[in-house]
């Protein structure tokens, strides 16, 4: 609970810790229990650094208090799981999201990924994870999204990631979400994403229909494009959308 997460702050006094994960699923630790931990922000070695938080519900000032690991002097490699297993407890919400894209200004951020599954992102929370372009070292990044009420809009923002210099992986789990044709459309404009080597998009159980298949087809001019996955399943997709990817 909080007390434990408390305790385990006080890592952050560890000289020589260079890596270091915690696994917290199913405790009550609250947004208390995440500002605790906030303060490994303090480690001096910390190079990597994985924080389980899965029904926690940490909740938006959780959320907030965790932005502050940019502040991470040597951290390159950074996971938060922040899904929320819960419907109606405290879950990350626009507020929160918009606190999270702060992450960009961490100097060394190479890695990062973000779990907010089951949370309440919305477009407003995913416009704002956009801003994570302007991660300097940023060269992989994951954000799961899944049933976070995200729709053409949030969809349509995100594809703002284009504009990340040096990324070369993005995973993007937008499943059971509201996104449309016009959200697929915009997606595509990830092809003009300079570095980008590896893409994943999960766009299963939304409503692209077969508009939406066929523009994905347009990831084909990515310059630097070497694996792409597509998961477009129970879209309301008919043989002319198959037919559009080929």
Not at 14 to 34: F, H, I, K, M, Y
Not at 41 to 47: F, G, Q, S
Not at 114 to 136: I, Q
């Amino acid at each position: 609970g909080l007390d434990g997460a408390r305790a385990l702050g006080a890592l952050k006094a560890a000289p020589a810790l260079r890596t270091l994960s915690v696994d917290l699923e199913g405790n009550e630790v609250g947004a208390e229990g995440a500002q605790a931990l906030a303060e490994l922000k303090d480690a001096p070695a910390l190079r990597t650094l994985a924080l389980g938080f899965k029904g926690g519900c940490v909740g938006d000032s959780g959320a907030e208090a965790l932005a502050r690991l940019r502040e991470t002097p040597a951290l390159q490699t950074l996971t938060l799981d922040l899904m929320n297993v819960q419907h109606g407890s405290d879950r990350v919400g626009g507020y929160g999201a918009r606190a999270l894209a702060a992450l960009r200004t961490a100097a060394v951020l190479r890695t990062l990924t973000l779990n907010l599954r089951g949370n309440l992102v919305g477009d407003a929370g995913a416009a704002a994870l956009a801003a994570l372009k302007c991660a300097p070292a940023l060269r992989i990044l994951t954000l799961d999204l899944m049933g976070n009420e995200v729709g053409d809009s949030g969809a349509q923002a995100l594809a703002a990631l284009k504009d990340a210099a040096s990324l070369q992986t993005l995973v993007l789990d937008l499943e059971l979400n509201n996104v449309g044709a016009p959200g697929a459309q915009g997606l595509v404009a990830l092809r003009q994403a300079p570095a980008l080597r590896t893409l994943t998009l999960d766009l299963a159980r939304n409503r692209l229909g077969d508009v939406g298949v066929q523009a994905l087809a347009e990831l084909k001019d990515a310059p630097a494009l070497q694996t792409l996955t597509l998961n477009l399943a129970v879209n309301q997709v008919t043989c002319l959308g198959a037919q559009g990817l080929a």
